[in-house]
């Protein structure tokens, strides 16, 4: 190896005098976080106590498995590092669309159990009706002028007797609008007892509901049941007017009757709305011990600039959030059961995360045995383990949780050599103590599934101090060279979330004397990586189609479910199909649904809002069309839409931003096109900038806001060739930018996305009509196409779509 015992000493010491250099600074702990509950000022609760240690307990354990670095002092990088991330990722608004409607269902809730309802009107039969002043405050200026005065009076309760002119059914409808957004039983004979209390309480917006009504009444009744519709819509709107109202009166102070303490700052807020956004003040209000009655709370440990935000949620429903305040407003959300706030922290975690942040998040879910959000942020930790390892954080992982994640099917790699680097990586952050881990973290690499220029790497051990070194390395040499792989080493098996599902399709018989429709279902239960660039698809066999086989069909998923549509059983003039079925891989069952209004085979079939699009096609082998339908999955039924411009056949169509784009194909006179249009269900086609080349049987996807063409073929002059370039479309600047071609022709193959990569599936050769037995993958990352070995069964004319299949299929 022209490896000297000199070079071995020389290299271990400047190692040493490095990682000397490296660990002159001791890392610290995080600073302890905010952590109290609410605190009356008593000292000697023994129940409050146990809480707070409880919760102490569980934010200490998550300083002790995070990785944020915060208060080291000499680790300029990690600053460096920490400091960048907090610029990369600015603060944003997160919003819950629906908060308006449930915190008032929450209030109104608490209006039937006269949970601290401090508004009593009474009316002249002597009915007492009881509300929330704050509530009834945000529709009536006569209420809140009466809110004002009690706040200036310091007192709890308001009491209004209402004029002889205000009715019971009126205040009735006026409480219901201020609780629901609407008033349910207004009518002729109700309207004018309605309009005499929403003018004596001055309620507006009821007055011109009232208005609306009398001249609905005028109107024919197909025009008042659309009216009526509008306003169900409209309640949720009133809703969230009411709450802006509620906003109003608490940022002036309005009716506050409570003041929460942290860190010395002083928070005015309304009880009903504390009690209505959180269990723990719900709780805390209704205990009956000397917190109900007292106007302030402390909160002790708790952070002003966490309850600060959890109030401003309370009143509109959303929050701003970065990563720089995140972990620990949602413990304090956890701790004090804010659910809505709660719910957006969860949801920021779940679309923000990142290579960088995903430990940190995984550790914060152990700590507070958040198992969902746990279960989430490993598993993006496994799919993205290359750029989660090339963090600095990584180097801190405890490391019975890097052996498990080594150990892991779903860990996502492209070599051994990258698991060999990971390892590495993390045993040089600290290598005086970590070097002890290295025989049991390297039986967690494949070394036998290395190339020889790979296993070059794996010298760098000989340089580790306080380890046998080169015993270590002839072991893992040894490994290497072994030529008797077993079950276990011979591949990595990789378990994606979701499956590959191959349907119907061609395939040559066993003596290869004809091609034959099949009926097979075939999905990818595992990928497999062998030694080198080596990898296989594992393809299992789901099942059969219902009744006949077909090929030249479409596939696709709504909602968990696979949709198989049209297609041809054979190869007489009369063998199109215009049929749909369903299939639930839950119930493992296929239903019949309603057929296309027209034949199709070789057409485009995309989904769009939840309905599928059957575009163009041929009718039968002679014949293309322009026609589109859709189907309803709601209504069972298919119905026709704006006609392409002309007839297309073995074209390819893809949804991008919620926009059906169409490419190539056949026209009517079985010409090669080159078109890229833009379909719209009710205006039709509109043309786009032509690809490089003309392109018909091929595929096309949408991946990182592109949409990708591969295979298929060309023609020129009436000829037809394999087309093996690839490129892809900006609809953004409205351009064609060619990638790496591929190395095998796909003509008539299938494709779909999975977990952010494209598959172009079987296929065949134009040139000799030899099948394509291949599965081509290509990663936008890393701009090439691979090569997975083998199709299942059927080769040509298949469709493919993703589809989540229970785990005892996957098994």
């Avoid at 997975?788 to 080769?795: A, V």
Wanted: glycine share 6%; aromatic share 10%.
């Amino acid at each position: 190896m022209n490896y000297t015992e000199e070079d071995k000493n020389s290299e271990e010491d400047n190692k040493k005098a490095r990682y000397m250099k490296l660990l002159q600074g001791s890392e610290q702990q995080m600073e302890n976080s905010h952590n109290g509950l609410f605190h009356t000022g008593d000292d000697d609760d023994d129940d409050d106590d146990d809480d707070d240690d409880a919760n102490n307990n569980k934010k200490q354990q998550f300083k002790k498995t995070s990785f944020d670095n915060d208060n080291d002092n000499d680790n300029d990088a990690t600053n460096s590092e920490t400091s960048e991330e907090y610029e990369e990722y600015p603060e944003k608004l997160y919003y819950h669309p629906a908060y308006p409607n449930s915190i008032f269902q929450a209030l109104e809730e608490m209006k039937r159990l006269y949970f601290l309802t401090d508004l009593t009107i009474r009316t002249q039969s002597e009915v007492n009706f009881h509300a929330h002043s704050l509530v009834l405050a945000a529709v009536s200026s006569l209420i809140q002028k009466m809110l004002q005065q009690v706040n200036e009076k310091n007192k709890r309760e308001i009491f209004l007797r209402v004029g002889p002119e205000v009715s019971d059914l009126g205040v009735s409808a006026v409480l219901e609008f201020a609780y629901t957004g609407t008033i349910s039983d207004l009518n002729s004979g109700s309207l004018a007892q309605v309009q005499a209390a929403a003018l004596y309480l001055g309620v507006p917006r009821v007055l011109k509901i009232c208005k609306e009504e009398e001249e609905r009444q005028r109107k024919k009744d197909g025009e008042k049941k659309m009216e009526e519709k509008n306003s169900r819509i409209s309640a949720e709107e009133q809703k969230k007017v009411s709450l802006q109202s509620i906003r109003q009166l608490w940022e002036e102070r309005v009716g506050c009757d409570v003041e929460v303490v942290a860190e010395g700052r002083i928070f005015s807020a309304h009880r009903v709305i504390l009690s209505a956004s959180s269990d723990y003040f719900r709780a805390m209000f209704s205990s009956g011990m000397k917190e109900t009655h007292q106007t302030s709370v402390s909160l002790l440990l708790m952070g002003a600039p966490e309850l600060e935000a959890l109030l401003h949620c309370c009143y509109s429903g959303d929050l701003f959030l970065d990563w720089g305040c995140i972990f620990e407003l949602t413990s304090t959300a956890l701790q004090f059961q804010f659910q809505p706030a709660l719910s957006l922290c969860l949801n920021f975690m779940h679309q923000e995360m990142d290579a960088h942040r995903c430990l940190d998040v995984a550790a914060f879910a152990e700590a507070y045995e958040m198992n969902d959000l746990q279960e989430m942020a490993e598993d993006f930790t496994l799919r993205h383990f290359e750029d989660v390892a090339a963090t600095l954080k990584f180097q801190d992982l405890p490391v019975e949780k890097l052996k498990t994640y080594l150990r892991s099917n779903y860990l996502c790699v492209t070599s051994e050599l990258s698991v060999f680097r990971a390892v590495v990586s993390w045993i040089e952050a600290d290598p005086w103590t970590r070097v002890k881990e290295a025989r049991d973290l390297m039986r967690t690499v494949l070394f036998p599934l290395m190339t020889f220029t790979e296993f070059r790497e794996v010298k760098v051990i000989m340089s580790w101090p306080q380890v046998s070194d080169r015993d270590l390395y002839e072991s893992l040499f040894e490994e290497f060279c072994t030529s008797t792989f077993n079950s276990h080493s011979d591949f990595r098996t990789y378990l994606p979330k979701e499956t590959l599902v191959l349907v119907g399709g061609e395939r040559i018989t066993e003596n290869l004397e004809k091609r034959i429709p099949c009926r097979e279902i075939w999905f990818s239960n595992s990928f497999r990586n062998h030694v080198g660039l080596m990898k296989r698809v594992e393809w299992r066999k789901l099942g059969d189609l219902p009744e006949k086989p077909r090929f030249c069909h479409s596939v696709t998923v709504i909602s968990g479910k696979l949709y198989v549509v049209g297609g041809r059983h054979y190869y007489g003039k009369d063998d199109t199909m215009k049929c749909t079925y369903s299939y639930d891989p839950i119930q493992n069952s296929w239903q019949r649904l309603a057929d296309m209004n027209e034949r199709r085979d070789n057409f485009a079939l995309v989904v769009l809002d939840g309905k599928m699009f059957a575009i163009g096609g041929d009718k039968n082998s002679e014949v293309n069309i322009g026609s589109v339908e859709v189907y309803c999955p709601f209504t069972d039924c298919w119905s026709f839409v704006h006609p392409l411009d002309q007839p297309l056949s073995s074209h390819a169509a893809s949804v991008w931003n919620g926009e059906i784009f169409i490419s190539g194909g056949f026209d009517s006179r079985y010409q090669c096109l080159a078109s890229m249009m833009f379909y719209h269900p009710e205006k039709g086609t509109t043309y786009l900038v032509d690809m490089s080349q003309s392109r018909a049987q091929h595929c096309m996807e949408t991946l990182k806001d592109c949409l990708y063409v591969a295979g298929g073929v060309s023609g020129v002059g009436g000829q037809l060739f394999d087309q093996l370039a690839c490129e892809f479309f900006d609809p953004v600047n409205g351009y064609w930018c060619a990638i790496m071609p591929m190395s095998l022709p796909h003509v008539s193959a299938a494709s779909a996305v999975l977990e952010g990569k494209i598959y172009i599936i079987g296929g065949y050769c134009h040139e000799d009509y030899s099948d394509t037995k291949v599965v081509h993958r290509f990663d936008p990352a890393m701009q090439h196409w691979e090569n997975l070995c083998g199709t299942p069964g059927s080769n040509t004319y298949i469709a493919a779509c993703v589809l989540a299949l229970p785990h005892h299929l996957r098994q």
